[in-house]
């Protein structure tokens, strides 16, 4: 269902990789609620060509190739996008990240150091970037919305997130921080949302992540939120009905991030 709450509004989807990925379900959602849209992702993703598929089903979006690490290739994002928007950025979904040590399974207690700092550059400096690019450019109109993806690993313990719950804490450091300096400059709002574990591609490459899921679904009341779900809140982030939200972590997990212990987790432990 849709409600044009995006109607003549327009922004940039990072990090929509398949149709499992919430960017992608994202973008989906951003285009029935009447937005104008350009895809990005890194340059090695879109080589897959799934991305093609998704920018066909949104009107025919540009999609541009952009190494969140590099400036240089995000100004150039930033200049293609509001020459083909014709004016200026309404909306970004930061939906970008890669632990490095987690993929290759290095455990936290014996991280290779340099594969660390790569992770914190994709996963969380890249939101500094994307937002001092734009800073830097004016590209984004007043009231913009600009939301990144985390997870609940940045304030509690999952020992197998390892290196990406740290990324996710300087994750929503950069967002209360820019989202102080851009509120005071342009009313541009910055928010994180802490999404349920949700099986996509990036997702289930964490040790142990179908039988957390079925734990998180038993902690959770209203059980994990899918990630069509995550679309259609984010999109309720974009839209002018949350003008004064900014600088803040919202959870969209059922309940789990509030909920100490339930009968149903009780129950499987006897």
């Known amino acids: 269902m849709a409600y044009n709450l995006l109607k003549g509004k327009k922004g940039i989807i990072f990090g929509a990789l398949d ?116 800073w830097d450019l004016d590209a984004l109109n007043e009231h913009a919305s600009v939301i990144a993806l985390t997870y609940i690993a940045a304030q509690r313990v999952f020992p197998d997130y390892s290196e990406m719950a740290d990324a996710k804490a300087l994750l929503e450091s950069i967002t209360r921080t820019f989202g102080y300096y851009y509120g005071v400059k342009k009313k541009v709002r910055i928010n994180t949302i802490s999404q349920s574990p949700t099986k996509t591609t990036a997702g289930s490459g964490v040790k142990g992540f179908d039988n957390f899921i079925s734990y998180a679904e038993k902690m959770s009341p209203l059980g994990n939120a899918p990630a069509e779900d995550c679309a259609n809140y984010i999109s309720v982030m974009f839209s002018d009905l949350t003008r004064y939200v900014t600088m803040q972590n919202l959870f969209h997990d059922g309940g789990f991030s509030f909920t100490g212990v339930t009968e149903a987790v009780l129950e499987s432990m006897q």
């Not at 992608?24 to 598929?53: H, S």
């Open 19 to 134: 149709e499992k990925s919430i960017a992608w379900k994202t973008a989906q959602q951003c285009y029935r609620e009447g937005a104008e849209l350009v895809l990005t992702n890194a340059p090695v993703a879109l080589r897959m060509g799934e991305i093609n598929k998704l920018a066909e089903a949104c009107g025919n979006a540009p999609v541009i190739g952009a190494d969140v690490t590099s400036m240089d290739d995000l100004k150039s994002l930033f200049e293609q996008s509001t020459a083909h928007f014709g004016g200026k950025i309404d909306f970004i979904l930061h939906s970008v990240g890669m632990g490095l040590n987690v993929r290759k399974g290095k455990g936290y207690t014996d991280l290779n150091y340099d594969w660390n700092h790569k992770t914190f550059d994709i996963s969380s400096m890249s939101l500094h970037r994307i937002l001092k690019t734009a």
